[in-house]
């Protein structure tokens, strides 16, 4: 079992920066990759980024050049560094860790984008 955590949220205006941390405890020596995901109101559920443990990333285009995932393999943790943010950003975001056997998500935090 792995524990995740997102903390970092909150409210920001348009062109604002933020960025967003994931900790993961338990059975962390089976972690294989991290994900960010995150759901707007009235949305489904969209991939964001991800990275894997040896730090290849990926990103979704609308925020690719903007976003910037990363992760402390030593200390279990991840993070999506958020520049040039847009309202459209806004959305629950939750982090998604990622074993060998299974998949596990935090309970979400929120960001706010004003324009």
């Known amino acids: 079992q792995v524990q995740v955590v997102e903390s970092g949220g909150g409210s920001v205006q348009a062109g604002g920066s933020l960025r967003l941390s994931c900790a993961a405890s338990?059975?962390?020596?089976?972690?294989?990759?991290m994900g960010w995901y995150r759901q707007a109101p009235g949305k489904q559920r969209e991939w964001v980024a991800s990275?894997?443990?040896?730090?290849?990333?990926n990103y979704a285009d609308s925020v690719k050049g903007r976003f910037t995932i990363s992760r402390d393999n030593a200390k279990n943790t991840g993070s999506l560094q958020m520049n040039s943010l847009k309202p459209e950003d806004t959305a629950v975001y939750y982090c998604?860790?990622?074993?060998?056997?299974?998949?596990?998500w935090g309970q979400g935090t929120q960001v706010t984008i004003s324009s």
């Open positions: 990275i894997t443990s040896r730090g290849s990333t």
């Open positions: 998604q860790v990622l074993t060998s056997y299974n998949d596990y």
């Open positions: 338990g059975s962390t020596l089976s972690i294989k990759a």
